[in-house]
């Protein structure tokens, strides 16, 4: 009988233990795995945040296309601004559209400095349209 009773306070020494061991270690790993997830949303390129977009998609192609990329980019001003900084100056409509499609196709100077873009009357009026309407899209 004496060596039972022994037994079982012993089992209930070892389960106290054990208890207070299991619930420090659940607390460590989970301060590892907070740190090791991905970044917030508010950090991703314009890239990442429209590349499934349609309109990024049949944009950006046309954009490579007709040679824009040589004096623009997304998210940089190289020649000309960077398209997110002509996204952030005109609202996405119709009308801005139409006025940035006979832009690019006349070509311009003084909105953006002393640098002209030059006139683009060999490309379609639509892929234009296309282009713009994928550079309007490109709002953070
Ligand atoms: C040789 C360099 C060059 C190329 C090629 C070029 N651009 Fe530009 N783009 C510029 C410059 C420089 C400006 C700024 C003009 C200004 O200050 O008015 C500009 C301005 C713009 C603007 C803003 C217009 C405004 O009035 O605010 C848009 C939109 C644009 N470009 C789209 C395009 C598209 C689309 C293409 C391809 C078809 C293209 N660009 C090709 C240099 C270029």
Sequence with gaps: M????MLSVGVITLSVLAYSCGGG???ISSEST????PAPAAS?????KYKDDPVFIAGSAKAKEAGCTA????????????????????DNTDENV???TATVINGNVGNWG?????????????D?????????????
């Design 2 to 5: 004496k060596s039972v009773k």
């Design 25 to 27: 270690g659940s607390s």
């Design 34 to 37: 907070t740190s090791s997830q």
């Design 44 to 48: 991703i390129s314009l890239e990442e």
């Design 71 to 90: 004096c623009h980019m997304i998210e940089r001003k190289i020649v000309g601004p960077s398209y997110a900084d002509v996204a952030a100056k005109y």
């Design 98 to 100: 139409a006025m940035l």
């Design 114 to 126: 002393e640098v002209p873009m030059p006139a683009h009357p060999h490309l379609a009026k639509e």
């Design 128 to 140: 234009v349209e296309t282009i713009i309407k994928y550079v309007l899209l490109l709002k953070k």
